[in-house]
């Protein structure tokens, strides 16, 4: 366990909070006059049912994978998360699934990423990184696998790609990308940069990392970001500062007067919660786990081919987008063929899974049922709306 989980899991956090009625989750929080947001992390274990490190002996050295679990029967849902995330992005999705269909979950942080601690951290090949899906499998169950389905997301969902394509998961029944297209992606990427940049370095505590979070959109899903920050973070070390040099943080304490007008237009709200940047000389405390910006050499590697691969792959396939915009010519092309199914969630940023988990949830459900895959535990929508 990481020093900043020691010390955030083992003191008396809050509960989660519960749900008020005629709330789902995923939908956004509004809070009365007065009252203001609780921006506290939520440890891991109000949605996983276990954490545990998957040792890899590869020649003299053992990479340790850290994996979150739910479930004791049904196919295996191994979740795969995007750049610069964690494994615990993947926690109220993980609740929502578990409670409507039989299957297991496993949500891994990947190579570089969370918690996971591996010899060559730096090296985020698609290569690589497809490999570490295949060896965790195997360490995992060996040659009697259950049935696999690889769900990822942004990076993580063309490492999914990758590995299923070079067949690395003997057992894999089905794959799932969400929001990741290739074209839309190598468009981005010259841009990607200058937005790593736009970013907070360091953060004066974790309540306030995760406050920015939601005001700047990154995660639309209040629950889901004091859940899902805690992987993006770690304690900023002092050896990384220069002496006597001082640093910009996030300092995005709210008035009650900004909260109490919350409940008023959506251009006013978004305004006043802005997130201000102060200068501080105290020092600050947080960072984020991984340097993005120096796995620039890596980003055409996972994307380049990526449509022509998610085409290829002989498995059943569900893409799910936060816009129907985000489609290239390849997927266009094959989507109108009835290659794979596809399912548009509007109103989402580009943490789909975080922002509405509920709808994505809804959608892996009706995914494994209409190909049965499982069994329903409840009620599912059958059906996916046209477009």
């Not at 789902?24 to 006059?33: E, N």
């Not at 578990?98 to 942080?109: E, H, P, T, Y």
Request: proline content about 5%; some cysteine.
């Amino acid at each position: 366990m990481s020093s900043l989980e020691k010390e955030l899991f083992l003191s008396k956090l809050p509960s989660r909070p519960p749900m008020r009625p005629g709330l789902q989750t995923g939908s956004k929080m509004r809070m009365g006059p007065g009252r203001k947001r609780d921006f506290s992390p939520v440890p891991w274990n109000h949605y996983f049912e276990t954490m545990e490190d998957v040792i890899i002996t590869r020649g003299i050295n053992k990479d340790s994978f850290r994996i979150y679990k739910s479930g004791s029967e049904g196919p295996v849902l191994l979740l795969l998360h995007g750049g610069g995330h964690s494994a615990l992005s993947w926690a109220i999705f993980s609740s929502l699934i578990i409670s409507r269909v039989k299957c297991r979950v496993v949500a891994v942080d990947l190579r570089g990423h969370g918690d996971t601690k591996v010899v060559n951290s730096d090296d985020l090949s698609a290569e690589n990184m497809s490999r570490d899906v295949g060896d965790i499998i195997d360490a995992l169950y060996g040659e009697d696998a259950p049935a696999v389905l690889l769900i990822g997301h942004s990076m993580g969902g063309a490492i999914a790609v990758h590995a299923a394509a070079k067949n690395l998961v003997p057992s894999l029944q089905g794959l799932c990308v969400i929001d990741v297209v290739e074209g839309t992606a190598m468009d981005a990427l010259n841009s990607m940069q200058t937005f790593l940049r736009s970013r907070p370095k360091i953060f004066n505590s974790v309540e306030s990392a995760i406050e920015w979070s939601v005001k700047s959109g990154q995660i639309r899903n209040l629950e889901s970001a004091r859940v899902s920050m805690l992987g993006q973070l770690k304690r900023y070390e002092e050896e990384q500062n220069s002496p006597g040099s001082s640093h910009a943080f996030v300092d995005t304490a709210i008035n009650e007067e900004e909260e109490e007008e919350e409940e008023g237009g959506i251009a006013k709200k978004e305004k006043k919660n802005e997130p201000t940047i102060s200068v501080k000389e105290d020092k600050p405390e947080y960072t984020w786990r991984i340097e993005l910006s120096k796995t620039e050499k890596y980003w055409e590697g996972w994307f380049k081919g990526l449509s022509n691969l998610f085409l290829s792959c002989p498995v059943p396939k569900l893409l799910l987008l936060a816009g129907v915009d985000r489609l290239d010519r390849d997927l266009t092309i094959g989507q109108m063929q009835g290659k794979f199914q596809m399912q548009v969630l509007p109103q989402c940023g580009h943490a789909v899974h975080e922002d509405a988990p509920d709808k994505v949830a809804e959608a892996l459900a009706t995914f494994m049922i209409r190909n049965k895959f499982t069994e329903s535990k409840g009620d599912i929508q059958s059906g996916y709306p046209s477009f």
